[in-house]
């Protein structure tokens, strides 16, 4: 394995990272802007309201998306598996 193949990993690897958490990263971003206008709207500063619907939400998005974040992950799996196996002996 050479520089180039290493790079072309770690690029499929940050890849899959970030295909695989944007479910739940646009899922909390969107929640946590709506905490935030509704808290600039009535002036309520409570700091536990900004981190539990969060949190739920998330959670939510994990259970309803773990099997296409899984598929994510083994798709990669599966590629440095081939990427090894090709490796000369």
């Known amino acids: 394995m050479n520089a180039a193949d290493a790079k072309e990993l770690l690029q499929l690897a940050v890849w899959a990272c970030l295909v695989a958490s944007a479910p739940v990263v646009l899922a909390t971003m969107v929640v946590g802007l709506v905490v935030a206008l509704f808290q600039a709207l009535t002036q309520i500063q409570e700091v536990t309201l900004t981190f539990v619907p969060k949190i739920v939400v998330a959670l939510l998005i994990i259970i309803a998306t773990a099997p296409f ?21």
């Open 69 to 89: 974040m899984g598929a994510q992950v083994g798709v990669f799996a599966e590629q440095v598996y081939l990427r090894i196996s090709a490796l000369p002996q």
